[in-house]
């Protein structure tokens, strides 16, 4: 159709003749292998998806693996080629790296027995400082108060409430109660009953907390009525 319309075209295609040049398949060379691939549809090209040929680039890179890529004419440095193949490291304690080639290597999470400062052993991530483990194990231990208790082992003692029960005086300093280790006396009320004498001078029962001030005097005595005189029984603390 060109060479019909333009004496230019028709040149060209009389020199393609004259060299055999002129056909229905293209016929494609690898620059880096040789290889001919002849196309003659747009499906044919998916033979050299790359631009080169269907034989296997296997050139050794940086890393130590060769490229798996089918041949390629764009970066044959392989400055931007990532390689997928497994990665051969190692950390610092001889544990295979998980991860692909081309990536960073990640934290080592190979599960090791280690033995903590405080004696007890833990499994623990390879790349887990000793120092930030905490130990769960369960001990015994003496609290500040004497008494012992039972707790993880990374916990203080001084930071246990103990829960014994024990005998205590309580602030009146003659009376005890049994109550927590943890609590102090000195908060808690008497509620023992004890004789107090009131301010009236008449003695009466009544919970040891109790200022004899404040205690209402239910003894029974004889007052004599303002309006007719006569005389009645009646609590000493109601009024006439």
């Not at 991530?125 to 208790?149: M, S, W």
């Amino acid at each position: 159709m060109l060479a019909s319309q333009s004496a230019t075209w028709k040149q060209i295609q009389t020199k393609l003749e004259l060299r055999d040049e002129i056909g229905p398949k293209l016929a494609l060379e690898c620059q880096i292998h040789g290889t001919i691939t002849c196309v003659q549809t747009d499906q044919d090209f998916n033979k050299v998806p790359e631009g080169g040929c269907t034989t296997l680039c296997s050139t050794a890179l940086e890393c130590g693996h060769l490229c798996s890529q089918v041949c390629h004419i764009v970066d044959q440095e392989h400055k931007q080629y990532n390689c997928k193949m497994q990665c051969e490291k190692r950390c610092q304690n001889g544990h295979p790296c998980v991860s692909v080639c081309f990536k960073k290597c990640p934290p080592c999470r190979t599960q090791v027995l280690r033995t903590l400062p405080c004696g007890h052993e833990l499994n623990m991530y390879c790349f887990q400082p000793v120092e930030t483990a905490i130990c769960n194990e369960i001990v015994k231990r003496v609290l500040p108060c004497g008494h012992e208790d039972q707790m993880a082992c990374n916990v203080n003692p001084a930071s246990i409430k103990c829960y014994v029960q024990v005998r205590k005086t309580l602030r009146c300093g003659e009376h005890n109660k049994t109550m927590d280790c943890c609590k102090d006396a000195d908060l808690v009320d008497c509620k023992t009953y004890v004789n107090k004498i009131l301010p009236c001078q008449h003695e009466q029962m009544a919970e040891c907390r109790f200022d004899p001030s404040v205690i209402t005097c239910e003894t029974m005595v004889t007052k004599e009525l303002k309006d007719c005189g006569h005389k009645v029984r009646m609590d000493r603390s109601l009024s006439l």
